[in-house]
């Protein structure tokens, strides 16, 4: 049992109150030094081989307080004896801990374990002529797990660091662990395995009442106590124990602590991660005899597990160890079997008249801070447009939206949406998905991967899209923008631009056709300028002549070389800048001081939502289902059936004459509009949802777009406890004359 304390006698806190501790404590020692219980009962191994006392030290839960050097101004809490330790923020750092660091090893031979049979075996290693590193816990190294490779990781304590050490050979000689007691009453304080035992006596530490079950333990003063092991009695704090002999007559021996000498098992929660290149020497490798098997008691601590739940398993036909595992969650805590896998096996082997191997265990093997599991690794999963600080300054409200970052408003989003239906808005649409597709077959490879007839997109003009799987079902949608004759700009939805390249070069590999495709999401920045005086704006920055809709041009825009694209997703006249995206600041900062005396505002995602909503616009994925197809959206219109095949056609002609009972519909009440996500109830029944909903300042009532799944489709519908109506969309300037102006 190592501790490595302080070399001074000292004090830390344990759930709020002072505890002292002696030269050389751990915090497990100081607390029994206390004659408390570091955890909430169960039998000590004081060596890092049970959850037993496990606890929160500065913040950082499921430490082994029994290897955690007592040190000043320490603060531990105890876990909760019933579930994980509560999140409290209140009880952790304001500021997280700084990302770890990684350093790495090249060895020929890792050994872990600095016993007798390690310390020989690095000794012959070396005297082969190998390279050798020897990481032994009693030394501050804490290996805790061994990944293909092989790879050993080591923690290095006190210093927010990893090593990784990549190796030819592990050896493993860990040792082996001690049998803790399964029976009633298990989980009472006052519980001690021998080498625990003998740790705390030759520490100073007076051992009460003490009883031994098992053989007597040299330098121990406890009474041997004969017979198989029944059970403990007492509340929080073990007052007997109960023993039988062979005939089964039961004796109770008054107690106050009990010393469990029953036997030993393989220290091999490392050697279960892999054996690839691992071998196993020693105790760790040693086949002890398994202990009787269990009839009561909890039988894994760290999960709470008892012998009754094992029995329950196997009642429903968990008959192997790794089913068992799962169906109970026996093995699966901190220690991974490290205290009740001796048990389980014997359990098994009792009803199958066989040994079963040991189930596999998974790094770590000690938990982690998840700073040292990304040590040296920076992942922002959510990226960020280059205008992400101009909206923090203009005061956006940032939230995730399709893997990226993105202002939701900038304090009041229905005064964006008032700046976009009366002056002129922009908005950072930098995160669509954008890509070149140029070649020979280029029009052949769009033609089958659209639904629509590219052949008839002339070049200077686009088109709105929709994406096909094979099966018929809507994936995406974007538009096609045609700049030659084999030359296009295709853009997909922001969540579905990663999705959509791998479609495409999946496709042109499989059809072979001579296309170039070129990513251009991250390199492109977009702006969106919409709005009745968007022409206006543009004319003070660089565009000379108006387009007219749907066409598009190259013009430098405020001196930075845009291809400008005339459309519309809000039903305002619209212009999507896309810019070198390392000019990105400099277009919206042109943009903006140009437009003050037109009063230019941003607008954010809560805005543009409600825009294309009273446009009755889809959004898919939030719109749409799995297996949502263009004739359930009502856009039959976007597929060209009577041309050359396409992805999805042969599925859309098997069905298109058979009955749908499902349509994605427009609905419109009076009044606040209800969540999202509301049922649509007609006679009574449930027949569909609401997708998007939004009380219209525009329109002076709620408009929404919803789901029915059960024809014929009613007129009229009720949802939230009010009548609404199925309306046809666009619900805003449906003959399209605003954005078309």
């Not at 098992?214 to 023993?243: D, K, M, N, Y």
Request: charged share 20%; proline share 7%.
């Amino acid at each position: 049992m190592s501790s490595g304390g302080s070399s001074e006698r000292g004090t830390f806190l344990l759930d709020g109150e002072v505890h002292v501790y002696e030269p050389g404590d751990s915090v497990a020692m100081a607390v029994v030094r206390a004659g408390d219980h570091p955890g909430r009962g169960g039998t000590l191994c004081l060596a890092g081989d049970c959850g037993n006392c496990l606890g929160e030290v500065d913040g950082t839960a499921y430490v082994r307080t029994c290897l955690t050097p007592a040190r000043p101004g320490l603060a531990v809490r105890r876990h909760p004896a019933d579930g994980p330790p509560p999140w409290d923020p209140a009880a952790r750092p304001v500021q997280p801990a700084p990302p770890g660091e990684v350093r790495r090893l090249e060895t020929e031979v890792v050994v872990i374990g600095g016993g007798p049979a390690g310390r020989a075996a690095a000794d012959e290693a070396r005297a082969a002529g190998s390279a050798v590193a020897l990481f032994d816990g009693a030394e501050g190294h804490e290996v805790v797990g061994i990944f293909p490779g092989p790879t050993v990781i080591v923690r290095i304590p006190g210093e927010q660091a990893m090593l990784h050490v990549r190796a030819a050979r592990v050896i493993v000689a860990t040792g082996a662990a001690e049998l803790h007691p399964v029976c009633p009453g298990n989980r009472l304080a006052g519980l001690l395995t021998a080498r625990a035992a003998a740790g705390l006596v030759s520490s100073g530490i007076s051992l009460p009442d003490a009883v031994v079950v098992g053989p007597a333990i040299p330098g121990v003063e406890a009474q041997s106590l004969e017979g198989r092991l029944v059970r403990f009695e007492g509340e929080a704090r073990v007052t007997a124990v109960v023993t039988a002999d062979a005939g089964g007559r039961e004796t109770r021996h008054a107690c106050s602590t009990v010393i469990l000498n029953l036997g030993r098992a393989p220290r091999d929660v490392l050697a279960r991660m892999s054996d690839e290149a691992v071998t196993v020497i020693g105790s760790a490798a040693e086949t002890f005899p398994l202990p009787p098997p269990p009839t009561a008691g909890v039988i894994c601590p760290c999960a709470g597990t008892t012998v009754e739940d094992l029995e329950g398993a196997w009642a429903r036909g968990f008959h192997e160890v790794e089913l068992l595992k799962r169906a109970t969650l026996c093995g699966t805590g901190t220690c991974q079997g490290g205290a009740c896998l001796p048990h389980l096996r014997s359990f098994v082997a009792a009803r199958t008249g066989a040994i079963p191997d040991p189930f596999t265990a998974r790094p770590a093997s000690r938990q982690i801070t998840l700073g040292e599991a990304a040590a040296d690794v920076h992942l922002d999963a959510f990226r960020r447009t280059a205008l992400h600080d101009e909206h923090l300054a203009a005061g956006a409200l940032m939230d995730r939206f399709g893997g990226w970052w993105r202002p939701w408003h900038y304090g009041d989003h229905l005064a964006e949406h008032r700046a976009v239906r009366e002056r002129v808005s922009l908005g950072d649409v930098s995160t669509l998905g954008k890509f070149i597709a140029e070649g020979p077959d280029a029009v052949e490879f769009l033609q089958r991967l659209y639904p629509t007839d590219v052949s008839t997109i002339r070049p200077g003009r686009s088109r709105y899209a929709l994406l096909l799987n094979e099966r018929g079902h809507v994936i995406d949608d974007g538009m096609i923008v045609r700049e030659s004759d084999d030359r296009f700009v295709l853009t997909f939805t922001t969540g579905g631009a990663g999705n959509a390249e791998m479609w495409m070069r999946d496709w042109l590999e499989t059809w072979a056709l001579d296309v170039r495709l070129m990513d251009r999401t991250m390199s492109l920045g977009a702006i969106n300028v919409t709005g009745p005086r968007a022409p206006e704006l543009l004319g003070r920055v660089g565009l000379a002549a108006p387009l007219r809709f749907l066409e598009h041009a190259r013009v430098p825009i405020a001196g930075v070389p845009c291809h400008v694209m005339r459309l519309s997703f809000t039903g305002e006249a619209s212009y999507e800048l896309h810019h070198p995206v390392d000019r990105s600041v400099e277009l919206w900062q042109a943009l903006m001081g140009a437009g003050q005396e037109l009063g230019i505002a941003p607008h954010g995602l809560q805005a543009l939502f409600a825009l294309r909503l009273e446009k009755g616009h889809v959004i898919i994925g939030m719109d749409t289902e799995l297996d949502t197809t263009p004739r359930r959206l009502g856009m039959d219109w976007a597929v060209a059936v009577d041309k050359s095949d396409f992805l999805g056609r042969v599925a859309l002609a098997r069905t298109s004459s058979l009955p749908d009972h499902r349509r994605l519909v427009g609905l419109t009440m009076p009044g606040e509009a209800p969540v999202e996500g509301s049922p649509i109830w007609s006679e009574g029944d449930v027949i569909g949802h609401v997708t998007s909903s939004f009380t219209s300042p525009t329109l002076g009532r709620a408009v929404m777009l919803g789901w029915l799944k059960r024809s014929p489709f009613p007129g009229a519908v009720e949802i939230a406890g009010r009548p609404a109506a199925v309306t046809s969309t666009p619900f805003y300037d449906p003959e399209g004359t605003r954005a078309r102006a």
